[in-house]
């Protein structure tokens, strides 16, 4: 994935946190074996149970007034996909933080050919 486009999606999630009123934002990385899972967590004024059903609808919105779009959730969601990814809101793993997210992004594994060049150049080196 694009550097800018994960750029995008990430200052994405945290203009929303900062809209919510969040004191504080948590970021966790989480390697796995075939993908990489990013959580972001914050402890602002949380998604109402009723809204979180529409949360990636495109022009769903609760900042109408001021100025919401409705549109960081839903392109966060199709740059995720296209890249092969996604995106969920993800409260029942949730701690004290009133929201919770987790992006996953592929992770293409090294081939065995390609760790042994790299051990070989450590070894020369
Ligand atoms: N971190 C968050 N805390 C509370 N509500 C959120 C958060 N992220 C998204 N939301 C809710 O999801 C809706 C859609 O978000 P988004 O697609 O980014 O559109 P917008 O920010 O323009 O409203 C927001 O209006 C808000 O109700
Ligand atoms: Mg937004």
């Known amino acids: ?40 967590e914050d402890d602002g004024c949380g998604i109402d149970e009723l809204n979180l059903k529409n949360i990636f609808t495109p022009f769903f919105t609760t900042k109408r007034q001021e100025g919401g779009t409705g549109l960081g959730l839903s392109i966060n969601q199709s740059l995720l996909r296209k890249y092969g990814g996604a995106i969920v809101y993800s409260d029942l793993k949730k701690g004290m933080y009133a929201t919770r997210f987790t992006l996953t992004f592929p992770y293409e594994e090294i081939s065995d050919a390609e760790k042994e060049v790299s051990l070989k150049d450590r070894l020369d080196n």
């Open 1 to 40: 994935m694009p550097q800018d486009v994960l750029e995008s999606i990430v200052s994405n999630l945290l203009e929303n946190a900062k809209q919510a009123g969040c004191q504080h934002i948590h970021l966790q990385l989480e390697k796995k074996t075939r993908c990489i899972l990013l959580h972001v």
